[in-house]
């Protein structure tokens, strides 16, 4: 949604001031509770069901259109500036510590490792912190379109 949201932009479905006073507030807070891991579900589906109302049924449908899938917020990362790192292919993750390899090849793989950095999801840019700049990115949207 959030992303479909910050797609609108620029279309005849983009959102309004009216309705970016609401939303910002609305993001806002779903932002807070997804950060807080004492949230209640309960919580997040309320703040989520108050952004759906207040959008209009031609947002929700052209949004709905998109059919964004993950490749599309993987795009959208990179335009913002976040590196994505995924696992060497035809590379299997190994537990432990590469037994059964040699010398040469523990060195080897220790060095790619080093070079892809971590892997999607995980520390050093992962899921919440990519979360938050799509988060921010549409809030600040939100809040120059409720200064118009």
């Not at 976040?82 to 080897?108: F, I, K, Y």
Request: hydrophobic share 40%; aromatic share 2%.
């Amino acid at each position: 949604m959030a992303l479909g949201s910050l797609r609108l932009e620029g279309s005849a479905n983009a959102v309004t001031p009216e309705q970016a006073q609401e939303l910002m507030l609305y993001w806002q807070a779903l932002k807070a509770l997804s950060a807080d891991s004492t949230a209640a579900t309960e919580e997040t589906t309320a703040v989520q069901t108050q952004i759906v109302e207040v959008m209009t049924p031609e947002q929700l449908e052209a949004i709905a259109a998109m059919q964004l899938i993950d490749a599309d917020l993987n795009e959208f990362y990179v335009e913002q500036g976040v590196e994505l790192t995924t696992p060497e292919p035809g590379v299997t993750p190994q537990s432990g510590r590469n037994s059964g390899l040699s010398q040469e090849e523990r060195e080897a793989a220790r060095a790619t490792a080093e070079a892809l950095g971590p892997p999607v999801g995980t520390g050093g840019g992962g899921g919440a912190e990519r979360r938050d700049i799509l988060l921010d990115t549409l809030i600040e949207l939100l809040g120059q379109r409720a200064a118009e």
